[in-house]
């Protein structure tokens, strides 16, 4: 028996058709588009291509995308004034600042700076508290690890009192999203480098969210029969059979799963869409919850 393949693109689109149609709906009302403002440090090509990338994504859903785009050698002062611009501009309703930055950055006190009525990649450090705090909501989530919770759910993927194993640690994924997963009453296991024996935890996984970065590295014998994967990886490859001489693959080897898994996203085309897509929806959310609290100081 083969997985179900989880198709992240099929998802992104339903919520891309829903971002687009409220886009319109605010810049009818507003006389303005919701605006998404992106602070980039540097020509890192990951993140200069990211950020192209979501550029587009914005103009096909009606949003306007703005960059803020600092040289390399660029001082903290110098990246926390565009982050200042972006604060003050009431066109712009959420900011983006693209990591990682360079290292004569401090990444944390940037974020500070962010508004936290903009921050709609959800890394304020009292948006990521709020996260880790029962009973507490924060405004926005992290859009990759928001991407994987709605591939479950819309999977049909039971949440509760399921065994799900986090491979990674990350501030950007696997910590944010072992966090959703307690909030959505998992029992969660994080694996990292320090962990012993990780195939063995693996498999006694209900739901396994893969964000370590290593191509391939979870195998078909670690997997629970009937587990649904969640494989956030993209990792570039060789592949002399390719025409361009390389390939992405996940952290998953995905055609081992397949035999194993009850179901599995692939890379490309999983998490990826999501990412950009829950980006969007923070971006159109910050947007209508601005215009409503400016209306409400205007009574």
């Not at 501009?89 to 700076?113: F, K, S, T, W, Y």
């Amino acid at each position: 028996m083969s997985a179900v393949i989880i198709d992240g693109a099929l998802v992104a689109e339903k919520w891309r058709a829903d971002i687009s149609a409220r886009a319109a709906a605010f810049a009818a009302q507003h006389g303005h588009a919701p605006g998404l403002g992106v602070v980039l440090v540097g020509d890192n090509p990951a993140s200069g291509q990211y950020v192209r990338m979501k550029r587009r994504a914005c103009e096909q859903v009606g949003i306007t995308s703005l960059a803020e785009i600092l040289p390399a050698d660029a001082t903290q002062e110098q990246v926390e004034a565009a982050v200042a611009r972006f604060n003050e501009d009431a066109h712009v309703h959420g900011i983006l600042v693209q990591l990682p930055m360079p290292p004569q950055i401090n990444e944390e006190r940037v974020l500070r700076h962010v508004s936290l009525d903009k921050d709609v990649d959800g890394f304020h450090p009292e948006n990521i508290g709020l996260l880790g705090m029962k009973g507490r909501e924060p405004l926005f989530t992290p859009a990759t690890p928001t991407g994987c919770m709605e591939l479950l759910r819309e999977s049909g993927v039971t949440l509760e009192g399921a065994n799900a194993v986090v491979i990674g640690r990350s501030n950007i994924v696997g910590l944010p999203v072992a966090l959703m997963l307690m909030k959505a009453n998992a029992t969660v296991t994080v694996c990292h480098s320090r962990t012993r024996d990780m195939a063995r935890i693996v498999r006694e996984a209900d739901i396994v969210i893969a964000a370590l970065g290593r191509p391939n590295f979870v195998t078909a014998d670690w997997l629970k029969p009937g587990a649904v994967v969640i494989d956030v990886g993209t990792n570039k490859i060789e592949a002399p059979d390719d025409p361009r001489g390389y390939k992405y693959v996940g952290d998953v080897d995905f055609e081992g799963a397949l035999s194993v898994a009850g179901a599995i996203t692939k890379v490309p085309g999983g998490v990826g869409p999501m990412t950009i897509t829950m980006l969007l929806a923070n971006t159109m959310k910050a947007a209508e919850r601005l215009a409503l609290h400016a209306a409400d100081g205007a009574r």
